[in-house]
């Protein structure tokens, strides 16, 4: 399910089509709770999260960006998939989310996500810890997507970044030079949805991800 540029086989490939999930129920409320104070929690779509209740969201909801990312491979895979809470606690079980004495929640941890993707959805995944833009590039043209750690602040792309990693987008694709990605945690359609250069990638990447394979089983 991914077009390939057949004049320049190699230069070009780009993953559609991808919906654009986001890791709030609200997208529209994305940017009051990236930049105005407004608690997730709140949210009244709550329950589009697929959450058991909302206490239970508002605990999770900040950290589903990795959730998201495989929702929208899975749904591009198979034209559906599990709700964002349903995947969450699935990788939760299988250790990557580790909840701290303090209440806090570490994750995603890349190494359980990548033996429940394979064992629960039948997806070849890899971690890697060397993905500059060199190498994602070089994954995408191999056929793959790529889940990528990037500070969250790239969806500001025209501003400095305040450092790299710490949030997860998913990269469907590159083409004249740019890359695709989707972003659960834009602000605006044009960022969830989001058209970049190699160098806006590159200033807020951690260089680290995991590289998906949404062809199999």
Not at 44 to 54: H, I
Not at 126 to 152: F, I, N, P, Y
Not at 157 to 164: E, I, N, T, Y
Request: charged share 20%.
């Amino acid at each position: 399910m991914h077009s390939q540029c057949g004049a320049c086989a190699g230069l070009a490939t780009l993953h559609e089509p991808v919906p654009a999930i986001t890791q709030y129920a609200s997208p529209a409320l994305i940017e009051q709770i990236a930049y105005q104070g407004y608690t997730p929690g709140e949210d009244p779509a709550w329950k589009v999260s697929g959450a058991a209740s909302q206490e239970e969201y508002a605990r999770w909801c900040r950290h589903a960006c990795g959730m998201a990312s495989l929702r929208m491979v899975l749904l591009h895979r198979d034209g559906h998939a599990p709700s964002l809470m349903e995947l969450l606690h699935g990788v939760r079980r299988a250790g990557g989310y580790l909840e701290q004495a303090d209440g806090s929640v570490k994750g995603l941890v890349y190494a359980p996500f990548v033996e429940y993707v394979r064992d629960h959805h039948g997806l070849h995944a890899q971690v890697r810890t060397d993905l500059d833009t060199t190498a994602m590039r070089a994954e995408l043209d191999r056929g793959r997507m790529v889940v990528a750690s990037v500070h969250k602040e790239i969806r500001r792309p025209h501003l400095p970044p305040p450092g790299k990693g710490g949030h997860l987008v998913l990269v469907i694709g590159h083409r004249n030079g740019r890359f695709h990605i989707r972003n659960p945690s834009g602000h605006t359609p044009e960022t969830v949805s989001a058209v970049l250069s190699e160098a806006q990638v590159s200033q807020f990447s951690a260089e680290r991800g995991i590289v998906v394979d949404p062809t199999g089983p």
